[in-house]
C-alpha cells in the first residue's frame, strides 16, 4: 500500500514539468520579439545596408528562427514524452512530428538544431572577418562548432548501435 502511494506520488509528480513548458512558450514569444525587432531594424537599414550587412542581417533572422524552432521542439517533444500525450484528433493541419519524436530523437532534432545555430554564429563571425575579427574568438567558435558536429554524429552513433543491439 505504501509502495502504490510513492508510485502514485511519483506519477504525478511529472505534472510538476508543465510550468517549465510553459515557461518556454514565454520565452518563444520573447524571441518572437526579438526578431520583430531584428526585422524592423534590418528593413528600415536595408537601403544603406552593403551586402554584407545585408547577409548579416539575414543570417541574424535565421538563427532567431533556428532558436525558436529549437524551442518548439523542446516544448512539444518534452511535454509529450515526460508530461502527457497530447490528443491531436481534430487538427487537421497538426505537424506529425510533434506526436512521433521520442526522447532519442529530441537529443537527435536538440542537437542538429544546435549544430545549424552554431553554423551560423561561425557563419557571422566569418562574414565579420573585414571588421578586424577577433582571430582567438574565431578560433573558439571553430573548436565549440566542431564539438558540436562531433557530439551530434557520436550521438547518431551510439543511437544507432542502440537500437540495433535492441532487435
Given at each position: ?121 561561425l557563419l557571422k563571425a566569418f562574414m565579420n572577418l573585414d571588421a578586424g575579427a577577433d582571430t582567438t574568438h574565431l578560433m573558439w567558435l571553430v573548436i565549440i ?23
Open positions: 500500500m505504501i509502495e502504490k502511494g510513492i508510485e502514485q506520488i511519483l506519477f504525478r509528480s511529472r505534472w510538476l514539468m508543465a510550468p517549465f513548458y510553459l515557461g518556454l512558450v514565454v520565452a518563444l514569444m520573447v524571441l518572437l520579439f526579438k526578431f520583430g525587432h531584428e526585422l524592423l531594424h534590418f528593413v528600415t537599414h536595408a537601403v544603406g545596408a552593403s551586402e554584407t550587412d545585408i547577409i548579416l542581417g539575414v543570417l541574424t533572422l535565421v538563427d532567431l528562427t533556428f532558436t525558436g524552432n529549437l524551442v518548439l521542439i523542446v516544448i512539444f517533444s518534452g511535454y509529450e514524452n515526460f508530461v502527457s500525450k497530447i490528443d491531436s484528433n481534430g487538427h487537421p493541419d497538426w505537424p506529425d512530428w510533434m506526436t512521433k519524436v521520442d526522447f532519442s530523437g529530441l537529443k537527435q532534432k536538440l542537437l542538429a538544431s544546435i549544430v545549424a545555430i552554431s553554423a551560423i554564429a562548432h566542431t564539438v558540436f558536429v562531433l557530439s551530434s554524429l557520436i550521438l547518431a552513433w551510439s543511437d544507432r548501435i542502440g537500437g540495433s543491439s535492441a532487435h
